[in-house]
């Protein structure tokens, strides 16, 4: 089966194209006189000619552009955390979700990666190759231009390493960030994905990167927070001032001293009873 070479429809990423016909394989999605092959394992049920369709795009096995109704774990341009299922003389294979692997070669690799790990992979297209691949050297994917991005913006985060300062992040998608050790209420691990806040954006155009908000809304984020415990506990938690700090961070994932506070602005407000053995939430009704 022929396959016309795509120059408009973009390799790596998601289509909106039209069902042009049917044939054996398949049906033939295109646009602008381009087609491209959606197999039959992935058709979906009752698909008519003249329906459009949003597709994932990609070459196969054999080198051809075809087309998937299957999502990838990530698309030209993400970063993404992708586990290494296969090895080869050549690189090593990812699981991104589809039914062919995404392909790292050894120059994209950072060190030999190992069978079985997980690490975040920077997803892009081989322009001598038109094929997607992925890359573990983080560094030339990111975006340094950072002009645009101002303190105290709310941005959110990917965890792709540590360094003796913390942890690394990926930021909104496309900077680098460090989270430094003291600002992180938790341990970070590679791939996880949360909410931050921009702290400071440096002369190399990296992000300092805090998780918690300051001021009055960082105060009114941990009594929030000590609020729902509270509440998901049964209206009681066996919390004091005189807690152990590691206790207080592993119940709520707030330091000892927005806890204090928290709690002692829930009980100026009577909203709790302080209690030897903890804190007890007051009726609400």
Known sequence: MDYARCMSIPIGRYSTLEVMREAEAGVYLGRDGEELLLPNRVVPEGIELGQTLRVFVYKDSEDRPIATTKEPKAVVGDFALLEVVDLSP???FLDWGLDKDLFAPFKEQHRRL???ERLVFAVSLDERTD??????QLRTFFDY?????QADDEVELLVYDHNELGALVVVDGRHTG?????EASRELRVGDELSGYVK???????LDIRLQRTGRDAIDDATQALLDALREAGGFLPLHDKSPPEEIRARLSLSKKAFKRALG?????RRVELRPDGVKLRDEG
């Not at 231009?145 to 991005?149: L, Q, T, Y």
């Not at 460090?178 to 003291?182: A, E, I, M, P």
């Open 145 to 149: 231009d950072v002009s645009e991005v």
């Open 90 to 92: 050549h690189g090593a």
């Open 200 to 206: 400071l954006v440096r002369p190399d155009n990296k």
């Open 114 to 116: 190992v069978l079985g």
């Open 178 to 182: 460090l989270v430094y050790r003291g």
């Open 131 to 136: 094929r997607v691949i992925a890359s573990s």
């Open 265 to 269: 602005g829930l009980y100026k407000a």
